[in-house]
């Protein structure tokens, strides 16, 4: 059963940028996608794009194609989201997650921990 | 933009039954997932395509979706259960992202 590790947590200054990575321990992504979505205190879920780490390809929500940059590292099992230009509004809990199918109205079956980005002055 | 609306609390006494709704335009078009989050914790799939559980979730957790309502419904709610509970699904038509629900608090009496 794959796990997903996440990155710990980051404190930065408005403007910034930051980037988090997300590894697969116990297993490979494979041919599957990996997702990143994020959640602002007290707020609802908000999907953010996802890659396919063998490929590279990336897909992401119009909200944050201008400032956020998925890659991968296919050989480490590793993929990363970099957001950049980081405002107070970005303070939330960033996960990555696994897609069930390269489907893209697919569910997500895996979920790392989070990891905590919190912009402050 | 697709909206996705839960009710934002569910109460229920343990044994009874949880029935937590997700209203959007026309929503039995698409396959509808639920996720159960618990304070301090990363989300966990419950029920996917409407209405298929993943193993190693309980019977208790089954899902429906027709017109414009999805349901998730919890039977014999425990203790456990308490935690907030997410629908999505994809906007294919509009803004192509996944869209998430308002989320739904459960509360167990």
């Known amino acids: 059963q794959v796990h997903l590790v996440q990155s710990g947590t980051e404190v930065k200054k408005p403007g910034s940028s930051v980037k988090v990575s997300c590894k697969a321990s116990?297993?490979?992504?494979?041919?599957?996608?990996v997702s990143w979505v994020r959640q602002a205190p007290g707020q609802r879920l908000e999907w953010m794009g996802r890659?396919?780490?063998?490929?590279?390809?990336?897909k992401y929500s119009q909200k944050f194609q201008d400032r956020v940059i998925l890659t991968a590292d296919d050989f480490a099992s590793t993929v990363y989201m970099e957001v950049s230009s980081l405002r107070s509004e970005d303070t939330a809990v960033y996960y990555c997650?696994?897609?069930?199918?390269?489907?893209?109205?697919?569910?997500?079956?895996?979920w790392g921990k989070g990891t905590t980005v919190i912009v402050s002055s | 933009s697709y909206v996705l609306t839960q009710p934002p609390s569910v109460s229920v006494a343990p044994g009874q039954t949880a029935r937590i709704t997700c209203g959007g335009f026309n929503i039995g078009s698409k396959s509808v997932h639920w996720y159960q989050q618990r304070p301090g914790q990363a989300p966990v799939l419950v029920v996917y395509?409407?209405?298929d559980r993943p193993s190693g979730i309980p019977e208790r957790f089954s899902g429906s979706n027709s017109g414009d309502t999805a349901t998730l419904t919890i039977s014999r709610v425990e203790p456990g259960d308490e935690a907030d509970y997410y629908c999505?699904?994809?906007?294919?038509?509009?803004?192509?992202?996944?869209?998430f629900g308002t989320g739904t608090q459960v509360t167990v009496l």
């Open positions: 116990g297993g490979t992504f494979s041919k599957n996608f």
């Open positions: 999505q699904v994809w906007d294919g038509f509009s803004d192509h992202v996944r869209v």
């Open positions: 395509d409407d209405s």
């Open positions: 997650a696994r897609d069930d199918d390269i489907a893209i109205d697919t569910y997500m079956d895996v």
């Open positions: 890659i396919l780490p063998i490929s590279g390809t990336a």
